[in-house]
Structure formats: structure tokens, C-alpha cells
């Protein structure tokens, strides 16, 4: 993986970075960057950096009776928090989740997810964020997420 510059790391470098870094079974999950958020606004006083994912509603990810299984949901919590801590770092840096925390608060069946991710603390050797998890269909939460990632040398 090469070193990007923060005037380069965009949506299209944070999009390329997911097709590109994560291993083929989390391709599969069919998510898609929907943005990234790394530029507060003017008068935002509680803003955090993040990005927005979406994982595409398929039948392949349901256990039996149609609800999206906890493991596909909390697979793409942490794939959402790793683009957020990118676009937060402004580029590409290596890391490995150290804990994640999941608390399910209803099922979802037979709609999109959104993964709304969010850098509480960017750290030189310790990042730390948290993932709404939203039905696509009525922008309900399903889940709520907290994560530690470990920041590696480059």
C-alpha cells in the first residue's frame, strides 16, 4: 500500500483503499463508501471526523428467517471504522482492531445498512471510535459499536 498525501486521500482514494486492502471475504459484503468526513464545519463544537458505508441488502448474509446476521453487521462496523480513521488521518495508515463492542438493539431484514462511523480519538499509537449501525429503510438504528484500534508503523 503506498503512502497517501491528505490533498490526495478523497471518497474515490477511500473507496479505492476498499476494494484494494481488505481481504475478498469482506468485498463480498458488497460495501460501498457512501462519504467521508474530515472537515468540520464552521459552528460544529461536538464534530467528529468519520465515513459513511453501506452494505447492499443480499440474502447471503441472512441466518435463518431474513435478519441480517450479527457477524456480517459487526464485519462492517469495523470495515466503516477503519475508512473513518483514514479520512480522519487524511491517508492511509496500517492499524489492527484491538476491541470492538456491539450492542444489537433490533433486527434488520431485506434492507441496506448504514454504517455511520465515527473517530472519538485520533492517536499516534491508539485510535478510538464508534459505529451507528441504521436500517437503509427507515433510518432506525440496529446496533451501536465501540472500537480501539492499535496504529502500527508504517
Not at 479505492?16 to 469482506?26: I, K, Q, T
Not at 463480498?28 to 447492499?56: K, N
Request: hydrophobic residues 45%.
Amino acid at each position: 500500500m503506498t503512502e497517501t498525501s491528505a490533498a490526495e486521500f478523497d471518497i474515490e482514494e477511500a473507496r479505492r483503499v476498499l476494494g484494494d486492502v481488505f481481504a475478498p471475504w469482506v468485498r463480498d459484503l458488497g460495501l460501498s463508501v457512501e462519504s467521508i468526513d474530515y472537515t468540520p464545519p464552521r459552528d460544529a463544537a461536538d464534530w467528529q471526523p468519520g465515513a459513511v458505508l453501506r452494505m447492499a441488502f443480499s440474502e447471503r448474509l441472512c441466518r435463518s428467517g431474513g435478519v441480517v446476521c450479527g457477524q456480517a453487521l459487526m464485519a462492517l462496523a469495523d470495515t466503516s471504522m477503519v475508512i473513518a480513521i483514514l479520512a480522519a488521518n487524511r491517508g492511509y495508515r496500517p492499524m489492527t482492531t484491538v476491541d470492538q463492542t456491539t450492542h444489537f438493539m433490533r433486527a434488520v431484514s431485506s434492507s441496506d445498512v448504514l454504517a455511520d462511523a465515527r473517530v472519538v480519538r485520533l492517536g499516534r499509537t491508539m485510535s478510538f471510535g464508534r459505529v451507528t449501525l441504521l436500517s437503509a429503510t427507515d433510518n432506525k438504528p440496529v446496533a451501536m459499536v465501540s472500537s480501539a484500534f492499535a496504529m502500527l508503523p508504517g
